[in-house]
């Protein structure tokens, strides 16, 4: 098949790399062939984290500029510096949180409106799915469930390459069994969510 690619974009701490490991593993439960690279930058600081994986037939995980068929932004500024990577054929999922740089204080530019970063990303893209990923976490049971609402979200965007059931046994296998129950309900109100707004 030819490859389904998906660009993820966030800062250190949400759980990016956990949500690319169990969306790796789905695929390869699906015997479709995966590749992933990531870049960590100062992840272990709230630095940029980004992943990019293309899944179906590819040698190189890296996605040229404008051919992401998804991207999935867990942070609204990450999801804007990424713009480059989509096109009027992309899905894009993106957390509504903002995650506030720590040298904004220092900078002339402020943080962008919400509204404008949607706005652009809307006049780029064919469709802007924005969860309160955060909120709908808590709700769940655990703000650490974020990462599991937006995966619950993209197993929802038409033509995922990934079935539901499939991730969601790959959840089973990649979490710790105390966290499971939080995180399955946060993905189910993800995936509802992202249901309700296509």
Known sequence: MNPYNIYISGVGGQGIIKTSIIMGEA????????????????????????????????????????????????????????????????????????????????????????????????SQAQKVIAVDADGIAKKAGHILATNMVMLGAVAAVPDFPLEKEIILASMKDNLPEKSIPINLEAFEEGFSFCSSGL
């Open 27 to 122: 695929a390869m439960k699906s015997n479709l062939s995966v590749v992933v690279g990531e870049i960590h930058g100062m992840s272990q600081r709230g630095g940029v984290v980004s992943t990019q994986m293309k899944i179906g037939d590819s040698y190189s995980p890296l996605i040229e500029e404008g051919k992401a068929n998804l991207l999935l932004a867990f942070e609204p500024l990450e999801a804007l510096r990424a713009i480059k990577m989509i096109n009027k054929d992309s899905y894009v999922v993106m957390n509504t949180a903002p995650i506030y740089p720590f040298n904004l204080r220092q900078s002339e530019h402020p943080y962008p409106e919400l509204s404008t970063i949607l706005d652009q990303l809307q």
